[in-house]
């Protein structure tokens, strides 16, 4: 789906609700369940950790909490709604998962994707209510630790798809989690950046709130466009990205709840233009 917002929209993409987080048990290959669940949980404790500015200017707790639920056992990739526990048009989470998914049948993001996340969220408020990292464990090989050739570090992967499990799109700041950059045994993502900071207090210091109004749909609908050239894929990023620190992710304003694939980006959207070129660090 393409999906355009409208210019000076506050209806970030954010959760209300804190999402509770669960990991796949069975791990990925070379890395046991038990690991991945530990790298999970320190990614979305660091994102947790952000001190905002509070309403009277003092430092503040991000004002949303996350739950972990530890291992388990995710719903089956490419289930339908109808195979879902709670239909997927409903304003429940169906599991928030962190899984791999080991076939290539059901991994149509392309061979230099290694990471991806599929966000749920109401079109009007901005507010999500499902979102789930895929890891493609097999079409890619990850690590913990000491990376080998062509491996990719875990801890640098899920701190930053879980800022997209958050709601932020790509940053064009080079040394930020969210920059779109993946090269193998890269780690500096694993830490996050005055940029990355700044991008999620934004969103969950702001919003437009659960209960908003949408006077008129804006949004549309299309096909999917493909992954960009450097989109948490396995090669550099591309070069014509916007001059843009960072960005939340696109949202269309509309009635109804619509999943989203947060890792690629969409080229026709339109950014809102208080994030100006040089917002950032």
Request: net charge neutral.
């Amino acid at each position: 789906m393409l999906y355009e917002t409208e210019s000076g929209s506050r209806c970030t993409l954010r959760w209300y609700d804190g999402p509770t987080v669960s990991v796949d048990q069975s791990g990925v290959q070379g890395v046991a369940g038990a690991a991945l669940r530990d790298i999970a949980k320190r990614a979305l404790d660091q994102w947790q950790a952000t001190v905002c500015a509070g309403p009277t200017g003092l430092p503040a707790a991000l004002p949303i909490q996350f739950g972990f639920g530890g291992l388990a056992v995710p719903t089956p990739v490419g289930a339908t709604c109808t195979d879902a526990a709670v239909p997927c048009k409903k304003m429940v989470s169906n599991g928030n998962f962190v899984r791999a998914v080991r076939s290539p049948e059901v991994w149509p993001y392309g061979a230099t994707v290694f990471a991806l996340t599929v966000v749920t969220f109401d079109q009007c408020t901005g507010e999500i209510v499902d979102a789930d990292i895929q890891l493609d464990d097999g079409g890619h090989q990850f690590c913990a630790g000491a990376c080998g050739p062509g491996q990719q570090d875990l801890s640098n992967t899920l701190t930053h798809e879980v800022g997209h499990l958050l709601g932020l799109d790509h940053s064009v700041a080079s040394e930020s989690t969210m920059d779109s950059s993946g090269p193998s045994g890269q780690t500096k993502k694993a830490t996050l950046h005055g940029d990355d900071r700044q991008g999620v207090c934004a969103a969950y210091t702001g919003g437009c709130g659960r209960n908003h109004v949408c006077a008129k749909v804006s949004g549309k609908a299309g096909a999917a466009a493909p992954p960009e050239p450097g989109s948490c894929a396995a090669r550099p990023v591309a070069s014509h990205l916007p001059a843009v620190g960072w960005i939340l992710a696109a949202l269309a304003m509309g009635a109804g709840v619509i999943r989203l694939a947060g890792r690629t980006r969409w080229p026709t959207s339109r950014r809102n233009p208080k994030f100006a070129p040089g917002y950032g660090p």
